[in-house]
Structures are given as C-alpha cells and as structure tokens.
T-cell receptor
C-alpha cells in the first residue's frame, strides 16, 4: 500500500536547465498539491490539481513554473531555466477529496532540488 | 488572504509538557490542521479541529477557538523523538505557518 511517491529524491541542475519533478498520489487519491520549502522556512503552497485540471495555481510563480496531472501517469512539476533561488525541497501531497479537509493530506518524501 | 503565526523555536525537557500556539486570520475557515515534520522528512498529519474545544489523541492534544482565531498543540510526556517542527495549517488547499521548531532536551 504505497504512499505518495516522489522522484527523484535528489536532483542537481545547472543554471538554465530544466527540472522535472514527479509525483504519484496514494492509490485512490485524485487530488494533488505541490509545496515548496526553503531552508528554515515553512511549506509554501504552489498548485492544486485534479486529473487533467488545475484547480488553484495561486502560489505558482508566473514564469518558468508549470504543473500537470494527466489522465494517465504521475503529476509533473516543471521548472524551466532554473536559477539558484529555485533550490529548495519540493513536496507533493495527495488527498482523497478536495472538499472534505478532515481527511488531511498525505505527503511524499520530497525532491531536493539543488541548482549549481 | 490568510496569516498564520507560530513561535519560531521552543525548547522543553524530556518528560515535560509543552504547548505550541498558533494564531490565524483567514477568509473562509474549514478546519485547522497540525502536522509534524522531522528534519529532512515529509510532514505527517497529527490532528484536525473544526469545532471549538479540545481533541485528545494519546500524548498529543489540539485545541481550537474559532472566535479568537487561536489553536494550540499540547504534547505531554515529551520524548527525545518529539524534537521536530510543528506546522499549523488552515484552508483548502492547506496554507501552512512557518512552523515551530521544538527541541527536547534531557
């Protein structure tokens, strides 16, 4: 009964390259959330997706960042032309429902992105 | 918008009781969550309060006052393994405070 699976666990990119972070939600969960955590900071909400739909992207930077959750396969967070400031831990979470918050979110182990 | 405040750091002694406070301001409230996060690991769910009052779950209890925009997490019989960050969150999608880093000392 796998939980939320994120890969890779660690990702190193040079400035200007693209970073692709993957997230497979818990079995049966259809709601996916992406968060960014800078060192010594809290979790910052980025985007909320359901299958094939972006529900809330109010936390996503307007440029270089995009997210998708296709009908088949994992959710992808894509960062184009990475800069040093993108270095952070990126966590994905999933939930059974987006409207019954008492279920809570289950988080993956995160992807630690380092831009060199 | 929303604003969530928690103390940045706290220190407590093994075996003691510690209370971590959280105040919030949010448009549209549908519950408050507490999560625990050990360094370098994923956050894990601790508790959820949607009605005023105290919810007890083993050594951990969580309290909510909606009229005051206030919650606290109470940890009893502290153990060294409780050293972690404790995150308060509201709304859907969840918006987190910066977290309180708790250090448990012998």
């Amino acid at each position: 009964n796998a939980g939320v699976m994120q890969n890779p666990r660690h990702l190193v990119r040079r400035r200007g390259q693209e970073a692709r972070l993957r997230c497979s939600p818990m079995k049966g969960h259809s709601h996916v959330y992406w968060y960014r955590q800078l060192p010594e900071e809290g979790l910052k909400f980025m985007v909320y997706l359901q299958k094939e739909n972006i529900i809330d992207e109010s936390g996503m930077p307007k440029e270089r960042f995009s997210a998708e959750f296709p009908k088949e396969g994992p959710s992808i967070l894509r960062i184009q032309q990475v800069v040093r400031g993108d270095s952070a831990a990126y966590f994905c979470a999933s939930s059974l429902s987006g409207t019954e918050p008492n279920y809570g979110y289950t988080f993956g182990s995160g992807t630690r992105l380092t831009v060199v | 918008g929303q604003n969530i405040d928690q103390p940045t750091e706290m220190t407590a002694t093994e075996g003691a009781i510690v209370q971590i406070n959280c105040t919030y301001q949010t448009s549209g409230f549908n519950g408050l969550f507490w999560y625990q996060q050990h360094a370098g690991e994923a956050p894990t769910f601790l508790s959820y309060n949607v009605l005023d009052g105290l919810e007890e779950k083993g050594r951990f209890s969580s309290f909510l006052s909606r009229s005051k925009g206030y919650s606290y997490l109470l940890l009893k019989e502290l153990q060294m393994k409780d050293s972690a960050s404790y995150l308060c969150a509201v709304r859907t999608p969840l918006v987190f405070g910066k977290g309180t880093r708790l250090s448990v000392i012998a």
